[in-house]
């Protein structure tokens, strides 16, 4: 007990005098408190360990001289050596553990608060404390006081002290006489307040206050002429700058979101003390959801899946002890612009002026107005140029219009949302029937059919035309072989020499006519004939040449015909492989492609007359058949078509049927026997169902080339009649067998049947007794309530009576029918009830529950294993340390 108080009065002394080395030292500079201070801090832990050292000494005097004691109680009870040695154990354990932890924490908190002290010490508690708003400004009112109040010269020197360093810079020096030194960043802003004021003589006037400066100040006054141990005359000031919220981040004014989006609004805001960020939405608080949510300190308002009612105006508000500020932003949603005011279509005579409107809205409001003539924008359209305006109200202005104004005038709106609107009108524009060309010498073909032409621009369109032959009116109606075509042209259907001589026409419509064509010579001359023609028909083979001939000679008084080739179809020559010279036309490197029927024609300033063949290329794959067609019922199609050409006469042409329903990706085919037959029945089809056929064509090289593809829907299944004399149950209503005028239909699936295993619930059926061979498909249906309802997807096959089902749910009872579906009609089985059991419902509960049971168990006797096994440890350390001690003891 002695020694421990000597300790203790040890500890007491260093601490004491470590606190008075601190304290005496305080007054002095900065520098030499820090350095003290932290000598302190040493010291104490040099002193502490010495301390830990001389406590554990004292711990082991106390033991040794007991130890005496300790081997006679040992000796005396022997018999109880392994329980009082392993209570002394424990005993001698703790209390030396808890002496030490004792000593260490006491020498820990001496150190740290020491080292704290030194680092961070306390302001003055003298100190002033001013507030001030940001901007305005302050005066630190100091005092000078002389010594023995007698004025002497002294320099005044305020300092502000740097928070993050401790260290004290100038702001402002004065010496009487000498210029003023402010300090960087405060130029401008100090100044020494004038004597005469109410303030001491040594205060300082700060204007325009910041943020940054905010902390300590100290003024400090030196007198000169004085002993070195003089003391300063200064005073402390801490100055806090309080700031009214100010925003830093907003979020835009108006925000246009669609339905589904999400957004973050942010509004951040700076100010003394801290802001507090507030969210309102319509002048009522945010009330934060599943949607919506408030982030960062307030900072960020967010909302997920935006619905019609998080429309609206959201105001971000930022306070403190200082003011408040406030910002709103309106969330709408965006609307791509939308035609209000379509143009319509316009009927104008030519030479009048034409506006169409078009009234577009938005949101946002910035729409574009474009317009289109016949797809081409009308700035770009050079006939309209000079005419057309586009006012700001998106009007098409055109003025004036001309008779090749005619045509479609689109306008199309945008706002950058969505994609651009579009509505067209059409504009009509109307003028006297007019003869836009005449040819001074037209031809007809002696013996031949000819035409005299009469070129006509009309609209309205043409009403009739008016001709004269040699200044004299003609009567193409009262005229044998003239007849006045539909666009006014004068059709010879067999030319002689009377009709030979100077024509003029004059359209007329409804708007009038604007004047008769100049005149035209008309002469009769023979047409060109051929001397060479081709053969009716050219077979070669894949890859072989065919040269093709043909020549015509002209009448006399007129010029050699020009010989030229075309294919009938109207498809290109392929220029690269054919070649025309005299002509004769030569196509080499055949390709199955180039099959077809191909035209000389040979014409002049007469007549035009042509000369046709047949290239047929063998040693091909199929051509596509043509003239694919069908006809549907309930349950099939019955298609035929004609077939192409098989390739040659080597070679025998089969058929396959490509077909799907309409909408899926996937074809099913069905090949078509006998072979070379051109029609064939689908069977198997689902009724009231649209489907979509082709054929293809195939021989030994390979298959040929699609078909057209056709569409064709199956009828639907046309309902029973009711009868008057009978009400059905619901059931029978909806399984009323099929009429007679449908055909004949399979018999009834017999002896239908549930049957619960292990991975769902099986149900069965034997097939129909009679007419068994009509069954092209069978169908489930199965009912909870009144509604009948289809069971199985797909059709099942004739061949399969089972079908699995997996998703019955528990404790309901279930209704099931299976029908027999032939092509045009259907029979259906008698009904049957199966109730499903409730434990099926609760088989993944009951699962669960028993696997978190096992689990549990599973956890507890690993924890007792666990536990056992420490024990066991523990035990067996103890039992070597009492053999240990026995040893000593011994």
């Not at 143009?343 to 729409?367: D, H, I, R, Y």
Request: with cysteine; glycine share 6%; proline share 6%.
């Amino acid at each position: 007990t002695t020694t421990t108080t000597t300790t203790d009065s040890k500890s007491k002394s260093a601490t004491t005098n470590n606190n008075n080395y601190y304290l005496n030292n305080n007054t002095s500079n900065n520098e030499t408190t820090s350095y003290s201070r932290a000598g302190s801090c040493r010291r104490a832990t040099r002193e502490s360990n010495s301390l830990s050292s001389r406590s554990g000494s004292i711990v082991s005097n106390a033991s040794n001289s007991s130890s005496s004691s300790i081997e006679r109680a040992l000796a005396a009870r022997r018999r109880n050596l392994s329980l009082s040695t392993n209570k002394l154990n424990e005993h001698y354990s703790c209390s030396a553990a808890a002496l030490n932890w004792l000593i260490s924490s006491f020498v820990l908190l001496l150190c740290i608060t020491l080292c704290t002290s030194s680092i961070s010490p306390p302001a003055p508690q003298d100190a002033v404390h001013i507030t001030a708003i940001l901007g305005e400004s302050v005066v630190f009112n100091c005092h000078v006081e002389f010594p023995g109040d007698h004025p002497v010269p002294y320099v005044l020197q305020w300092e502000k002290k740097v928070s993050e360093t401790g260290q004290e810079i100038p702001i402002y020096i004065w010496y009487e006489s000498y210029p003023t030194h402010s300090g960087e960043g405060y130029e401008g802003r100090v100044s020494r307040v004038s004597p005469d004021s109410s303030f001491g003589a040594a205060s300082l006037n700060l204007t325009n206050i910041r943020e940054s400066d905010q902390g300590w100040y100290e003024c400090k006054v030196v007198f000169l002429n004085r002993p070195p141990k003089q003391h300063k005359n200064g005073t402390w000031f801490h100055l806090d700058v309080h700031a009214p919220p100010r925003f830093s981040v907003t979020p835009e004014d108006i925000i246009y979101v669609n339905l589904g989006d999400s957004i973050i609004l942010n509004c951040q805001a700076d100010g003394t003390p801290t802001p507090e960020i507030l969210w309102y939405k319509d002048a009522n608080p945010v009330d934060p959801s599943s949607t919506v949510g408030i982030f960062n300190d307030g900072t960020e308002l967010r909302i997920s899946t935006i619905r019609h009612e998080d429309i609206g105006d959201y105001t971000c508000i930022a306070r403190n002890g200082e003011g408040q500020v406030s910002h709103t932003a309106r969330v709408i949603i965006a609307g791509g612009a939308v035609i209000m005011v379509p143009p319509t279509n316009q009927t104008k005579l030519e030479g009048e002026k034409v506006q169409f409107t078009c009234e577009a809205k938005a949101m946002p409001g910035n729409v574009t107005v474009r317009w289109f003539r016949e797809g081409s924008p009308v700035r770009e359209v050079a006939a309209l140029e000079t005419r057309v305006t586009i006012r700001k109200d998106g009007s098409l202005i055109i003025n004036p219009v001309s008779a090749d104004d005619s045509g479609m005038y689109t306008c199309e709106v945008s706002n950058g949302i969505g994609e651009p609107q579009s509505a067209s009108a059409f504009l009509n524009i109307e003028y006297p029937a007019k003869v836009t060309f005449t040819p001074t010498i037209q031809y007809l073909p002696f013996r031949l059919a000819g035409v005299v032409q009469c070129y006509i621009k009309a609209n309205p369109p043409l009403q009739y035309v008016t001709w004269t032959k040699d200044k004299r009116l003609l009567e193409p109606y009262q005229t044998k072989d003239i007849v006045i075509m539909n666009n006014g042209s004068l059709l010879f259907t067999r030319v002689n020499q009377n009709h030979q001589g100077r024509y003029t026409c004059t359209p007329y419509n409804a708007q009038g006519t604007q004047g008769s064509s100049g005149h035209m010579e008309v002469l009769v001359r023979k047409p060109p004939a051929f001397t060479i023609e081709p053969d009716p028909l050219y077979q070669r083979k894949v890859g072989e040449a065919v040269e093709m001939h043909c020549d015509a000679q002209e009448a006399e008084g007129t010029s050699k015909p020009t010989i030229t080739w075309q294919r009938r179809d109207g498809q290109p020559l392929q220029k690269n492989r054919v070649r025309i010279l005299n002509g004769n036309i030569t196509i080499e490197n055949l390709r199955r492609s180039d099959f077809g029927y191909y035209q000389c024609v040979a014409s002049n300033e007469v007549a035009t007359i042509v000369s046709a063949t047949q290239l047929v290329i063998e040693g091909t794959q199929p051509h596509a058949p043509y003239n694919l067609s069908g006809t549907a019922t309930e349950f099939s199609v019955t298609l035929s078509w004609m077939p192409g050409y098989s390739g040659g006469p080597d070679y025998k042409q089969d058929y396959t049927i490509w077909y799907r329903e309409a909408g899926v990706s996937d074809w099913s085919t069905i090949p078509v026997t006998p072979s070379g037959s051109t029609q064939v029945t689908i069977n198997r089809l689902s009724p009231g169902t649209t489907y979509e056929f082709q054929v293809i064509g195939k021989n030994a090289l390979g298959d040929g080339m699609m078909s057209k593809v056709i569409t064709i829907r199956t009828l639907d299944v046309q309902k029973p009649k009711k009868t008057s004399t009978t009400t059905a149950a619901p059931n029978e209503k909806e399984f009323k067998h099929a009429s007679d005028d449908l055909g004949p239909k399979p018999g009834q699936p017999r002896n239908v049947s549930v049957l619960e295993i292990p991975n769902g619930f099986l149900i069965s059926w034997q097939v129909p007794l009679e007419r068994a061979h009509l069954v092209q498909f069978y169908t489930i249906k199965y009912r909870t309530d009144a509604q009948w309802k289809t069971l199985n997807r797909g059709q099942i096959r004739p061949e399969e009576t089972s079908y699995l089902v997996k998703n019955l749910v528990g404790g309901r009872t279930y209704y099931f029918r299976v029908l027999a579906n032939s092509l045009k009609s259907y029979e259906t089985s008698e009904e049957i009830k199966f109730p499903v059991p409730a434990r099926v419902k609760h088989k993944a509960i009951t699962a669960g529950v028993v696997g978190g049971i096992l689990f549990f168990i599973v956890a507890i006797i690993l924890s007792i294993c666990a536990v056992k096994i420490c024990n066991k440890r523990k035990r067996r350390k103890q039992e070597k340390e009492i053999i240990r001690l026995q040893n000593s003891t011994w």
